[in-house]
């Protein structure tokens, strides 16, 4: 059987040359990202939180989250319908992100919806989260 070996990547070995950018964008600052996986964070972020269609000539770009958030139904729906829409949609953009588990606690008070989303990266052996909140 195969082993899976942990991937260095070169442009993580010089820590003066950015790799990407990232999000979110200011004005005035550009936050540069300098390893791998900051920019797969920031990727995983912008992925989330494009609505499809958001994108002119890429209109399947995104994931449909947005939608999910103006639904009337109970907060266990929510919470299966939005995993279930940040998984094809990493499915299909980043396929060597693995979600392990998505969590979203709903604050109706303050239009607000807090994701949390576990993941790790084919070859890494560290898990990661990624934390969002999103404005209804």
Known sequence: MAKLVSKIYPND???????GIGFPLSVGSQ??????????????????????????MNTNFGCDIYYL???Q??????REAASDAIRNAVA??????????VDVESRPDDNLAIVK????VNGWSADNVLNLEVKI
């Open 13 to 19: 070995v010089d820590e003066n040359n950015p790799i």
């Open 31 to 56: 936050k540069q990202n300098y390893y791998t996986s900051q920019q797969v964070h920031d990727n995983l972020r912008n992925l989330i939180l494009t609505m499809k269609g958001e994108r002119p």
């Open 69 to 71: 958030l103006f639904e």
């Open 73 to 78: 139904i109970n907060d266990e729906l929510i």
């Open 92 to 101: 299909t953009w980043m396929p060597a992100v693995n979600i392990r588990s």
């Open 117 to 120: 989303v576990f993941y790790s």
